[in-house]
């Protein structure tokens, strides 16, 4: 399924900084006393914020999104509908892995230990399609996005270059001994950008309208400061404002008519006035196996509409930060379906 390309999209947002800011680079500032201890990441002498470093922020607090929804009771009755499909060695599959867990023992959610990425590594599975279609439908939601050992991510995060000029400061701090209160390293300097802009993108592909949703509030929390990026989050470092510019999604197998959005083939995926996530491509026996949604719609904002692409497809253009934030609420109905509210 996924060596095919059914939906795709890009979503460009520029990042501001909240506050002073430090995303390090790796090496010290070596023997050289005019430069601080701690400088911000650069290439060709340019700062910038990693697109990894972006990844991980976002990452982590879809986890944590997904550990505080999940359950034993809603991921029970997920795997009874699951062993009804496919047969009883369905596992429990938690919405987020636990990266240190060894997945050969998960019993339920109270010991959090399925990791997908290793627990597929020990299961004896067919080659092929078949061989996909298990390792992606027995992989927690989340590395259904990201990736894992054995799943290759449906998202990609650019690298954040700076737009314009960027105000730097230089500001001074020690690391206290936790147990006697006395100074255990510094006094040392730190490199911070509390003015400026930064601009970056995410490309993704083939996601449900839940998955779609749960990036959507990943970065809702980003952006709102609830979540900080990059050094010193303890000390009031890593808040950020976002400002999405622009989200496009691409139906690159699509047509457009006065009433749906329909297959090259002329199979009906949705309305105009509707939003279609991965599921309602996937309607076809042959992908059975990957447990898509089976209701994969939702209703479009009012004041966006399709367009044919000037190739070949069909696009959706949301142009400013409040048209993305929409889309993103349409998704919402997908991701309590996902989780049973």
């Not at 959610?109 to 990791?115: E, K, R």
């Not at 297959?263 to 026996?285: K, Q, R, V, Y």
Request: glycine letters at 10%; aromatic letters at 8%.
């Amino acid at each position: 399924m996924h060596k095919a390309t059914f939906l795709e999209g890009t979503l460009r947002f520029t990042i501001t900084p909240d506050g002073p800011i430090l995303v390090k680079a790796g090496e010290s500032s070596g023997v050289d006393p005019t430069l601080p201890d701690m400088r911000f990441v650069r290439s060709q002498n340019m700062i910038y914020i990693p697109g990894p470093s972006l990844k991980g922020v976002v990452r982590a607090q879809a986890e944590r999104i997904c550990r505080s929804m999940d359950g034993n009771e809603l991921q029970v009755q997920k795997r009874k509908l699951r062993c009804e499909r496919f047969g009883n060695d369905e596992p429990l599959i938690p919405l987020a892995d636990n990266p240190l867990g060894n997945g050969t023992s998960y019993s339920g959610l109270d010991d959090m230990n399925y990791s997908s990425g290793r627990a597929i590594e020990d299961m004896k599975l067919p080659s092929g399609p078949e061989r996909t279609a298990i390792v992606y439908r027995r992989s927690s939601f989340v590395s259904q996005v990201f990736g894992h050992t054995s799943l290759a991510g449906r998202v990609r995060f650019a690298d954040a270059s700076a737009v314009g000029e960027l105000q730097i400061e230089e500001r001074n701090g020690v690391a206290i001994d936790r147990i006697y209160g006395s100074v255990a390293v510094g006094p040392f300097n730190y490199e911070v950008v509390v003015g400026g802009s930064f601009s970056s993108r995410i490309d993704f592909k083939n996601l449900t309208l839940a998955q779609l949703a749960l990036l959507g509030l990943a970065l809702r929390d980003v952006a709102e400061g609830r979540v900080a990026i990059g050094f010193g989050k303890s000390r009031g470092l890593g808040r950020v404002k976002i400002n999405f510019d622009q989200l496009t999604l691409r139906y690159p197998t699509c047509t457009l008519s006065s009433e749906n959005v329909a297959s090259l083939g002329g199979t009906t995926i949705c309305a105009t006035n509707a939003l279609a996530g991965l599921g309602a491509f996937c309607t076809d026996p042959a992908y059975l196996g990957y447990a898509l949604p089976a209701e994969d719609t939702a209703i479009l904002p009012d004041d966006l509409r399709y367009v044919e692409d000037d190739f070949l497809g069909v696009n959706l253009i949301a142009t400013g930060n409040d048209a993305v934030r929409s889309v993103w609420k349409a998704c919402m109905p997908a991701w309590k379906r996902e989780i049973w509210l």
